[in-house]
């Protein structure tokens, strides 16, 4: 079995002006009842997405964030694949000094999977 869905869309998320854009200062959010579908079983991946950034002139808004993640729930890839998209979702919107994303999947058939994305070079925050 193969699961083939349109990709979600960015067009979800939703920015606002940092606050203090002159400073370098650390943002956590932490996502934990992220799902997708697995592409070869269609079988639902539960995961906890911890998303950290330094924000340059924009910031995501929350409740977008959540739709924007929501979308993932009927969308069949593999977590590589899911981590990477959300970050080049997260970057294009919000254009950071610097983002990660820790995607901490659930264990399947006694498997853990840890997939861990960054952009750009973490300066001090």
């Known amino acids: 079995m193969s699961i083939s869905l349109s990709d979600p869309s960015r067009d979800t998320l939703e920015t606002f002006d940092n606050p203090f854009p002159d400073r370098n200062y650390v943002i956590e959010t932490v996502c934990p009842e992220f799902t997708s579908l697995c592409p070869k079983t269609g079988q639902p991946d539960f995961g906890t997405l911890t998303i950290t950034y330094i924000a340059d002139r924009q910031c995501f808004e929350l409740k977008s964030l959540k739709l924007y993640l929501q979308q993932y729930r009927n969308h069949g890839a593999f977590?590589?694949?899911v981590t990477n998209l959300i970050l080049d979702d997260l970057v294009a919107v919000?254009?950071?000094?610097?983002?990660r994303i820790d995607a901490a999947f659930t264990p399947r058939g006694g498997?853990?999977?840890t997939v861990i994305v960054e952009h750009g070079k973490r300066p001090q925050a």
Do not use: Q
């Open 111 to 113: 498997i853990r999977t």
């Open 94 to 99: 919000t254009r950071p000094r610097w983002m």
């Open 79 to 81: 977590y590589e694949r």
